[in-house]
């Protein structure tokens, strides 16, 4: 049976509002008196001043305080933006990674912007004006994937790549891509949650956005996938939910791990390692030789600047063989996205092979 919100003890508590689970009237009350804070009178009646007294009768003052009693925090209500502070990272003596560092920065920036965190979240059991759906996540991807194609032409080879081959190129880059930047994402949200002293529950659960969860286990997995895709018949969307979440469990066991450990290094090495990763693909399904002789270059420059940077910032000697294996268990979630794709669309080749490229 579905929990009853603590404050009001009347609806169902469907979701985490301000570091509390409760229902959502109950947080808008909790809102509005934050953002408009004048003096409640108490009702004095045992009719409405009780929990359990319908929503519209309820005394107001008696209701906010008990909001507070259980833990909601003003601060999460009044919290203002606050995109990326810190300059990208710049150095002449890095040039790859100074480019790049400079590209992710700004597309945090868009991200972060477009879902803050305010420590309210949202997940699979959330109610239908709540929940965040796998149609909505693809239409963020889309979103962000049209800015990445843009960020990709910043890029050095890329710059003098065409506007329409690049968002070919995109397409391949964007599985294993928003998977980092998703894991990335979840690994700064838990920090937050934790930093704050948000009464949250994280273990088993993954945050993509900064205010969206998913649940890790069979049961939130098809929660997800079946309220995303109503159409679709159960028997296709059992496979789908369990390949998403061998996706997430993957993402937890060698992607969380490695990026809070440092594994293979600071903020900075990981945005140099989304390059790489670029390249890599490129370099496995370009065609064109002159593009697989530019992929190559480019991967010998990367790796010459993680050695040196690994050497000079961190002390640290033979640290490449740590991004190599990274690479590898990475390049093994693509082939599970891929297949999510042959899920849902049978008939669809991707990826197809880039056979020809345009210059600029």
């Not at 920036?109 to 109610?127: H, I």
């Not at 889309?142 to 397409?171: C, M």
């Not at 964007?174 to 529950?201: A, E, G």
């Not at 290094?265 to 065609?287: A, Q, S």
Request: with cysteine; proline share 6%.
């Amino acid at each position: 049976m579905d929990p009853l919100c603590p404050i009001c003890q009347f609806s169902i508590a469907e979701n985490y509002h301000y570091g509390v689970q409760s229902c959502k009237s109950c947080a808008m009350v909790f809102s509005r008196y934050v953002k408009n804070k004048r003096t409640l009178l108490c009702l004095e009646n045992p009719r409405f001043c009780n929990p359990g007294a319908g929503l519209r009768e309820s005394c107001r003052k008696c209701r906010v305080d008990r909001c507070y009693e259980a833990g909601m925090d003003e601060h999460l209500v009044t919290v203002p933006y606050r995109g990326p502070t810190e300059r990208p990272f710049q150095n002449d003596n890095f040039p790859l990674m100074s480019a790049i560092c400079a590209v992710i920065h700004d597309f945090q920036a868009a991200v972060e912007n477009r879902f803050p965190f305010t420590g309210n979240f949202r997940g699979p059991f959330s109610s239908g004006d709540e929940f965040y759906s796998f149609t909505e996540h693809a239409e963020y991807h889309r979103n962000h994937q049209s800015l990445l194609i843009e960020q990709l032409g910043q890029l050095p080879a890329f710059d003098k790549i065409s506007h329409v081959d690049r968002t070919v190129i995109s397409h391949y880059v964007r599985i294993p891509f928003f998977f980092l930047t998703n894991n990335w994402q979840s690994v700064k949200t838990l920090s937050k949650i934790r930093s704050n002293n948000i009464d949250f529950p994280t273990s088993n659960r993954y945050f993509p956005l900064p205010s969206v969860y998913e649940q890790l286990d069979m049961e939130g997995a098809m929660a997800y996938v079946t309220r995303s895709t109503p159409r679709l018949h159960r028997s296709t969307c059992e496979p789908i939910a369990r390949a998403l979440l061998e996706q997430r469990m993957l993402g937890q066991q060698h992607i969380h791990p490695a990026i809070e450990q440092k594994w293979i290094g600071d903020e900075n090495c990981f945005c140099l390692f989304l390059l790489l990763l670029i390249v890599e693909l490129m370099y496995d399904y370009c065609t064109p030789s002159f593009m697989k002789l530019q992929m190559f270059d480019l991967k010998t420059k990367i790796l010459r600047e993680f050695g040196k940077y690994y050497l000079e910032e961190w002390e640290l000697e033979g640290g490449l063989y740590r991004v190599e294996q990274f690479l590898a268990t990475v390049k093994a979630y693509q082939s599970i996205g891929y297949g999510i794709i042959h899920i849902v669309f049978p008939w669809l080749e991707f990826p197809p092979i880039i056979k020809y490229l345009r210059l600029s």
